[in-house]
């Protein structure tokens, strides 16, 4: 369990809302026009963050160019992104040049956000307060699955249950800092919505040190979760259940 007390939750007004304000820019520049003005904004982050990364051998150019897979939207591209994780995670000697970025990635995690937090002067977060939507309808599970899920969750709301349930989840996927961003999920047939303290150890990239023109074009993404290999754990209390386009949690059991 992670503590309240080193969770980076998203708070508007705080050192990490303007230093993101302090380095984005509009969507209309061009890579190497976000680039430039972030060199002269921070050079010390710009350079540190590259000198981190390039120390595991990698080019930065490959870095960027997996992480846009995220944001591609095209399936072959994310399913590549996964077959090169499965490498990574089985420390296959069969390694390719995106395997090889993700893995940079990975292992210089927590020294680039060392640098980031020195700069700010805030502490390292150990977690983060996650939100993210998953449609049921769209996933390969029976009805019977789908229903399970639902069930379980309504009757811990009822019962009252703290202990955490395992949950189904898309490995690699983007998790918003803010309930709003699941509101696409909002309209589904049935789906749920997570809020969650995911540990740092279990996050690949974030907005901070891989977006905001560092590695991508501004605010491409937010925080990319890892998978484990059974779901995630969350608390039902922190489960909201989307059925016909409307959003109930367990202050609405009643109407379920």
């Known amino acids: 369990m992670v503590s309240e007390d080193s969770v980076l939750v998203w708070e508007s007004g705080s050192k990490l809302e ?15 026009q976000q680039e430039q003005f972030i060199a002269e904004v921070t050079p010390e982050i710009y350079t540190g963050l590259y000198q981190i990364l390039e120390s595991e051998g990698v080019k930065i150019e490959t870095i960027k160019e997996v992480l846009t897979m995220w944001t591609s939207g095209k399936s072959r591209q994310r399913e590549s992104l996964k077959n090169a994780w499965q490498l990574v995670i089985e420390y296959s000697s069969n390694i390719t040049l995106e395997a090889q970025a993700l893995r940079a990635l990975i292992v210089t995690r927590a020294q680039r956000w060392e640098l980031l937090a020195s700069y700010l002067q805030i502490p390292r977060p150990s977690a983060f307060r996650l939100y993210r939507g998953f449609d049921l309808m769209n996933q390969h599970f029976s009805s019977e699955r789908r229903t399970e899920i639902v069930r379980d969750t309504v009757n811990d709301w009822c019962s009252g249950r703290t202990e955490p349930r395992v949950y189904p989840h898309s490995n690699l996927a983007s998790w918003g800092l803010t309930l709003e961003a699941t509101e696409p999920f909002r309209r589904t047939e049935l789906g749920l919505i997570y809020q969650a303290d995911i540990p740092f150890a279990a996050t690949l990239a974030d907005k901070w040190i891989d977006d905001s023109g560092f590695l991508l074009i501004p605010q491409e993404l937010e925080v990319v979760v890892l998978n484990p290999r059974l779901g995630i754990e969350i608390q039902s209390r922190h489960i909201r259940v989307v059925f016909q386009n409307t959003v109930y949690n367990q202050s609405k059991v009643s109407h379920l």
Do not use: A
């Open 18 to 32: 303007k230093f993101n304000q302090q380095i984005s820019l509009p969507i209309t520049y061009s890579r190497k």
